[in-house]
């Protein structure tokens, strides 16, 4: 049986996307556009898992996730504009299991999902850990964190996906065009140079770490990660 989401959205774009993107990898989806609908809904078809918006009609996501953690312990992923930590510590303290600021991308919330659905036992896709060890670095895509040193540095999803897929295949050349087929997809009509500006703002993130790795441009061709 698929594993169930609901979406409580009241954007009405949002909503269908990630009903489309989801439905796509398997899952069974319901939508509603208003905190109120949204907990009706619930109560009827008790998901496996939902995604809630925090700012909506009749019901904003913190009444709307307090109202489910008093009846079910059904994991909730907030989604919302804001991004102050004050918002999300709000969130954590009415019961959500996760939190992602908009505007997001599939992938990432994917990623969230299972990794949620894992940690709840819910029937997630069987998916292998994708978590990278290195010295003084760890590329940890199922949580979307890339720490480096001892410390967790902030990086967008295409740069730690870029990052995960060099270091995936240790001293691999990867040209260009590879890159951004692998990374940004087969559908991508920007400039190569996307690449080459990513590539630039990793290597300000990672200077100076450790001898025994690096990101490498080889002239002519494109990049590798390089284990020495």
Same mark, same amino acid.
């Given at each position: 049986m ?58 904003? @996501?913190?009444?709307?996730?307090? &109202?489910? *953690?008093?009846?079910? /312990?059904?994991? =909730? #992923?907030?989604?919302? +504009? ?36 894992r940690?709840?036992?819910? @029937?997630?896709?069987?998916?292998? &850990?994708? *978590?990278?060890?290195? /010295?003084?670095? =760890? #590329?940890?895509?199922? +949580? ?19 990052l ?5 295949s ?14 940004? @997809?087969?559908?991508?009509f920007?400039?190569? *140079? ?30 590798k990660?390089?284990?020495?």
């Amino acid at each position: 049986m698929a594993v169930s989401v609901l979406i409580v959205e009241d954007d009405k774009n949002i909503a269908e996307l990630l009903q489309l993107y989801l439905e796509k990898e398997g899952y069974a989806v319901t939508v509603a556009y208003d905190g109120g609908k949204g907990l009706e809904k619930f109560r009827a078809i008790h998901p496996d898992l939902v995604l809630l918006d925090l700012m909506m009609p009749v019901m904003d @996501g913190w009444e709307v996730c307090k &109202a489910i *953690r008093a009846e079910d /312990d059904t994991p =909730v #992923i907030m989604l919302t +504009a804001k991004s102050e930590l004050d918002d999300k510590v709000a969130g954590f303290k009415t019961g959500a299991d996760d939190y992602i600021t908009k505007p997001f991308e599939m992938k990432e919330v994917l990623a969230r999902i299972e990794a949620v659905l894992r940690r709840a036992d819910r @029937g997630a896709p069987e998916a292998p &850990a994708r *978590r990278l060890v290195f /010295d003084k670095l =760890v #590329i940890d895509m199922d +949580a979307f964190e890339l720490l480096v040193g001892d410390h967790k540095v902030e990086a967008p999803p295409k740069e730690m996906e870029l990052l995960y897929y060099l270091a995936s295949s240790p001293n691999r050349v990867y040209t260009r065009n590879q890159l951004l087929d692998e990374v940004w @997809g087969f559908d991508y009509f920007g400039d190569s *140079r996307t690449v080459d500006v990513h590539v630039k703002r990793l290597r300000e993130k990672l200077e100076g770490t450790s001898d025994k790795w690096c990101l490498k441009t080889v002239w002519g061709v494109g990049y590798k990660f390089e284990v020495l």
